[in-house]
């Protein structure tokens, strides 16, 4: 069976550190790989998604990065983090082209920059 | 471009009362419908989902069904426990699947 893994699970970083967070994926190869972001009490936003290594799309302007340097390993960073960073991260992965397009996701990743 | 309209919350009932979660979409071709379930302080988890027109999907007493002619997948539950209390998603994509398209979100309580 297939598991998605994050690490770490809470992260506490000031203001203009450095970030890596990791997500790896067992049990299916070439997936479509996915980072989110969730403010408190709102709803998912897609930050980056992949089809392939070395392969990113980026859904929104900002501080982030993301980076796939294994099929089965996704990581998202930052050089500088804003207080703006904070929030509750969520890796995912699909089966892409076969599957009907339902995405797996990790247990999270809860940052919060002071 | 594909949208997802959810109810707004949070819900409040009773244990034991009837739930309905009200979902509607808009999207381009015949998208695949889900509805996910979070936790507090965990990730999301794929509850239930349809593939086409008039499929009903179901799970741990969670229902479904895939109505083309309302674009709807209301989520139903006829008696809902305490530890139902979560937020829930609904979404749909396309097959190819590269992005799914979320809605916002209703958070659920359940009380005694």
């Known amino acids: 069976s297939q598991t998605i893994h994050q690490w770490p699970a809470t992260l506490v970083q000031p203001v203009g550190s450095p970030l890596s967070l990791e997500c790896t994926v067992e049990?299916?190869?070439?997936?479509?790989l996915y980072w989110y972001r969730q403010a408190a009490g709102r709803g998912l936003q897609l930050l980056f998604y992949?089809?392939?290594?070395?392969?990113i799309s980026s859904e929104v302007p900002q501080n982030l990065s993301a980076s796939r340097p294994q099929d089965r390993q996704f990581i998202l960073s930052s050089k500088k983090l804003l207080l703006s960073d904070s929030g509750f991260y969520l890796c995912?992965?699909?089966?892409?082209?076969?599957?009907?397009?339902?995405?797996?996701f990790g247990p999270g990743t809860r940052l919060t920059v002071l | 471009g594909n949208s997802v309209t959810q109810m707004e919350g949070p819900v409040t009932l009773s244990e034991e009362a009837f739930l309905t979660i009200n979902c509607t979409y808009t999207?381009?071709?015949?998208?695949?419908l889900f509805w996910y379930v979070q936790y507090p302080g965990e990730g999301l988890q794929l509850l239930l989902k349809?593939?086409?027109?008039?499929d009903k999907g179901s799970n741990k007493g969670f229902e479904a069904t895939y109505r083309k002619e309302t674009t709807s997948f209301h989520l139903e539950k006829g008696s809902v426990q305490v530890s139902d209390s979560a937020v829930y998603f609904c979404?749909?994509?396309?097959?190819?699947?590269?992005?799914?398209?979320f809605g916002t979100g209703t958070q659920l309580k359940v009380e005694l």
């Open positions: 995912a992965w699909s089966a892409g082209l076969a599957g009907v397009g339902e995405q797996f």
């Open positions: 049990g299916t190869s070439n997936p479509n």
């Open positions: 992949s089809v392939g290594i070395g392969q």
């Open positions: 999207a381009t071709g015949y998208p695949s």
């Open positions: 349809a593939t086409k027109a008039d």
């Open positions: 979404a749909l994509g396309t097959g190819g699947g590269n992005k799914l398209t």
